[in-house]
């Protein structure tokens, strides 16, 4: 079952929202409008730990919110161009495990075959990022560039910071 938030109208009324609420504008019996703020918005104020980068960022995908931008990230001019980036994860504590398994490896040959099945359980994440830029912009920039546009979105920022290892591709519209 999913999981219930409360929202207070200024007229006093409880409403019950859940996660997919977020983002959404729910109607209250006083006539009045309440917007339902992010998941992330819900869950901290009601005491739960934020969502992290991935989460968040698989959620609105989901809900086609992303990209929030209505200006192009390279110079500004209001777009609806969007330019898409998949960025790879890996996620680090795999990484360290796969030296000791190659090390291993080495040794023991046959060892290292039941250990590398589990080893397959800690998967890279990978996202399709889009992108608000305008074509000019997304006229084949390079590599730098593709990421200095990733950080100037928030959410992205803190996914980059995260894994500070992740690669990314060119982008394409
Ligand atoms: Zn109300
Ligand atoms: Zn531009």
Redesign the pocket.
Same mark, same amino acid.
């Given at each position: 079952m999913e999981k219930l938030y409360s929202l207070a =109208?200024?007229?006093g009324?409880t409403h019950q929202v859940s996660g997919t609420d977020a983002g959404c504008d729910i109607h =209250?019996? =006083?006539g009045?409008t309440i917007s339902v703020p992010s998941l992330q918005q819900l869950r901290i104020s009601a005491g739960e730990s934020p969502l992290s980068a991935e989460m968040t960022i698989e959620a609105r995908l989901l809900k086609g919110q992303l990209p929030e931008e209505t200006h192009c990230l390279g110079c500004g001019v209001t777009t609806t161009e969007t330019a898409y980036v998949t960025v790879s994860c890996e996620r680090p504590e795999v990484q360290a495990r796969g030296w000791t398994l190659n090390f291993f490896a080495l040794l023991f040959g046959w060892i290292s075959m039941s250990w590398s099945a589990g080893h397959e359980q800690g998967r890279d994440v990978s996202f399709c990022l889009p992108l608000r830029i305008c074509r000019e912009c997304g006229q084949t920039p390079s590599e730098s560039k593709v990421r200095d546009f990733l950080r100037k979105v928030p959410l992205y920022r803190q996914l980059l910071d995260k894994y500070t290892a992740a690669t990314w591709s060119a982008l394409r519209f």
């Open positions: =109208c200024n007229c009324r =209250c019996d =006083c009045q």
